[in-house]
């Protein structure tokens, strides 16, 4: 890619960030960083400082705070300094927001608004395996044997935060939160929103933004049914 591309993409618990950005960055031939999954490698670091720092937050269901998310996160994005990529979860706040726009201003930042319906529908279906974080959703990617992890064979639990009282309280939470970046990207002309329920009905819009601003680059006609 003869021009460097960053992008940024948010949207609320259960929204299909994580389906639509490896669906982006497949496509497109960009570098896509989970914030969440990189703090889960840091805490499975073999009890890195940083890493028992993260934790101290996660075991206590606290998000670990803006000024520690950023001292990790731009490092890592430093790494990345001579790639496009997308980030996903990252910034979560305006604070953390400004602290990328300072280096890493992205050039593009999809928005994905999904009724509240149908996040409680695929969060319902939603089942994992505490040990390892393996997740797997009834409906499109089932384990092997009802209930059962697939490696283990150990029970499957559903997350207290995926239940329908704590999802209402983790929607307000990201809006109130969000508002403000999403007002700030706006400002700056590069938010694009997406709304709908189903991920495929989504993605041609999506793709004739992405190929409109990276030309050049081949995207997939027929992406594969997810949601």
Known sequence: MAKLFRAVIMGPPGS????ISKRIAHNFGLQY???????????????TEAGVLVKSYIDRRMLVPDHVVTRLMLPKLEQLSGHSWLLEGY???LRQA??????????????????????????????????SGRVYNMTFNPPRVKG???????????????KPEALMA????????????????????????FSGTDTDRIWPYMNSILSAKLPGLHSEPHPPQTT
Request: hydrophobic share 35%; glycine share 4%; net charge negative.
């Open 16 to 19: 299909g960030k994580g389906t």
């Open 33 to 47: 960083l989970s914030c969440a999954q990189f703090l889960q490698d840091i805490v499975a670091s073999n009890q």
């Open 91 to 93: 910034p979560r706040t």
């Open 98 to 131: 400004q602290a990328l726009n300072d280096l890493y201003p992205p050039h593009m930042v999809i928005s994905l608004n999904i009724p509240y319906e149908t996040l409680r529908e695929r969060l319902s279906d939603k089942w994992i395996h505490p040990a």
């Open 148 to 162: 059962k992890d697939d490696i283990t064979g150990e029970p499957l639990v559903q997350s207290e935060d995926d």
């Open 170 to 193: 983790r929607l307000r939470h990201y809006k109130d939160v969000a508002k403000p970046v999403l007002d700030l990207y706006k400002s700056q002309g590069i938010l694009h929103s």
